[in-house]
């Protein structure tokens, strides 16, 4: 073969691939415009009067997946001004309609069973992390009574046992981090709180073993698991991916993680002391007399797990990253421990938490503008009059409710982006539980519906939240902790600057890192430093 034919080769090959590139792409183009002409066509020509107004896209399947998923809350409120508190948007080809403020809260969360379901939208997601027979992946009347076994396990005595394990905690984690080694210093606040937060929540809910496991193969375990969670398997749950792989290696370990806490104790070799979520499930009952099987124990732990772990520690880090632009009121919250409980700090217990409205009214305002889960869904079960409306939601769609648009509203909360515990001064029920509130038992306790509330970072209805009383004694026997022995603020002293909210996983927290100052504070010369530090 010549030298000709071997360069001729090559570039003829080069250049009868690159018309077939070149066609290729054209074609692609061509595809690309038509399907956003007919998709705009659709939107302009065929707009169903009965049906909620579709926010406007341009390309179909992606829809408004990119405008949303960067900021949700956004995304609503310039949607609202458009075309009110009721509109549907395309998510990942899905259509999803928004039913926005008190009204729309209480369409969707408070909705009849027949009507609305939540199992088959969260399930897939849920199913492989908590597992078989558990919260979605067993009938909602199951669910019921496994969420009446948790609530009523949160005992008066458990939940005072609790605070001091979490004080506990506390000490040791302040005192041994690497981060908080000597008098000042500077600590990533969510990656901190993070590992804070299981370790307290492990040591109380979860039991002395599980705690002992964490430092070790747990903490891997639970990454793994939470894989589990990544966006892409509202989709993709089920594909043979990685991380899909890693979740369900995790997800077996752990069920055996448990099953064997339970076999051990069942068995008499370990002393019931202490009480722990396991002990009680242990003895609980189905209606029917069935006692919860062992890989039941298993995933409703494992949930308990999961669905603390995100929302508890996103909102103390918040809390933190908060009092960081406002270091007064660090100052303010330690008053008020001496004012209440003695100037000499004594340990706390669970009476005295209950004396410290200010330290609660910093969980409520946090969860106000910093709730974990931004956007909650229901599959629509049948043809659905929304409220006050002509529109009628098709079961094709479905809905997505957003409690934090009506925590952010300025016809319910005066300048709603200003954090500020003091809001809360006059009360801290003048939302939810005043004493005309509608109640409701869906066989777990009786709980306000919250029909009106403009305020409902835990939810409403049949699937809210259960963990509200540890979630609220977690955190503010955190913070109490956490008052005593720091000062904190922003980096330089920056006043009222803070991060943006990452809302690139399911629960919204903040955008990591998030660095803040810490200064230890020294033995009895609370007084003499300013809140300048
Ligand atoms: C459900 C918020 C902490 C256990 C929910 C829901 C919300 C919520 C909004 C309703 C979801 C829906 O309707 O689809 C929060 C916040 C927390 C928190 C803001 C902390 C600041 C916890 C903790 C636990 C927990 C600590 C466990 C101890 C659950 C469970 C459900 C739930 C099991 C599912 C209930 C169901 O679908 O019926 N949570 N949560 N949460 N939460 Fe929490």
């Not at 506390?170 to 606040?189: E, I, L, M, S």
Request: hydrophobic letters at 40%; proline letters at 6%.
């Amino acid at each position: 073969m010549g030298v000709l034919e071997h360069v001729a080769g090559p570039l003829g090959d080069f250049a009868s691939n690159s018309s077939t590139g070149v066609v290729v792409a054209a074609g692609f183009a061509s595809f690309l415009v038509l399907a956003v002409v007919l998709n705009v066509l659709k939107q302009l020509l065929f707009k169903k009067p009965n049906e909620p107004p579709m926010v406007f896209h341009w390309f179909p399947v992606i829809g408004s997946t990119i405008t949303y998923g960067m900021d949700p809350y956004r995304f609503f409120f310039a949607n609202k001004q458009k075309y009110g508190d009721v509109f549907t948007f395309v998510l990942l080809g899905r259509k999803m309609t928004v039913c926005l403020d008190t009204k729309g809260n209480n369409f969707i969360l408070n909705g009849k069973i027949k009507d609305v379901n939540a199992e088959e939208i969260y399930n897939p997601l849920c199913g492989p992390v908590f597992g078989k027979d558990v919260v979605y992946d067993c009938p909602n009347a199951k669910l019921m009574e496994q969420k009446k076994f948790v609530k009523f396990g949160l005992t008066q005595e458990a939940l005072r046992s609790y605070v001091t394990l979490i004080t506990a905690e506390v000490q040791d984690f302040v005192k041994r981090h690497k981060v908080f080694k000597g008098q000042k210093g500077t600590f990533n606040v969510p990656k901190v709180m993070a590992e804070l937060t299981i370790y307290t929540a492990s040591r109380s809910l979860q039991g002395e073993e599980v705690r002992n496991m964490f430092d070790a193969k747990f903490a891997d375990l639970f990454h793994d698991l939470d894989l589990g969670f990544s966006p892409i398997n509202f989709m993709l749950s089920w594909a043979p991916l990685p991380h899909n792989r890693a979740r369900d290696n995790a997800h077996n370990a752990m069920i055996q993680v448990y099953s064997q806490i339970v076999r051990e104790r069942r068995s008499g070799a370990v002393k019931r002391e202490g009480h722990d979520m396991i002990w009680h499930l242990m003895e609980c009952k189905y209606k029917d007399g069935t006692p919860v099987p062992e890989h039941e124990i298993a995933g409703i732990m494992i949930a308990l797990l999961m669905a603390g772990q995100h929302s508890s520690s996103s909102t103390i880090a918040w809390i933190l990253l908060r009092l960081a632009t406002r270091p007064e009121l660090v100052e303010e919250l330690l008053q008020e421990q001496k004012d209440v409980l003695g100037a000499d700090l004594p340990p706390l217990t669970y009476e005295g938490l209950q004396k410290l409205p200010l330290h609660a009214q910093t969980v409520k305002e946090t969860l106000r503008l910093h709730t974990p889960i931004h956007s909650i869904m229901r599959k629509v079960k049948q043809p659905l009059v929304v409220d006050g409306t002509n529109y009628i939601v098709p079961t094709s769609h479905t809905l997505m409710s957003s409690p934090g648009v009506s925590a952010r509203m300025d016809s319910h909360f005066v300048n709603p982006s200003h954090w500020d515990p003091h809001r809360w001064d006059a009360g801290m029920h003048n939302y939810e539980d005043s004493a005309d509130a509608e109640t409701i038992d869906y066989g777990w306790g009786v709980v306000s519906k919250g029909t009106n509330s403009p305020y409902l970072p835990f939810g409403a209805g049949r699937h809210r939240c259960i963990g509200e009383q540890f979630a609220y004694l977690q955190l503010q026997t955190i913070l109490v902790a956490f008052v005593r022995e720091f000062k904190i603020r922003n980096v330089g002293g920056k006043r009222e600057v803070i991060v943006e909210t990452d809302y690139s996983s399911l629960f919204s927290r903040p955008l990591n890192p998030a660095v803040v100052e810490w200064e230890r504070r020294g033995k009895g010369e609370e007084a003499e430093l300013g809140p300048g530090m």
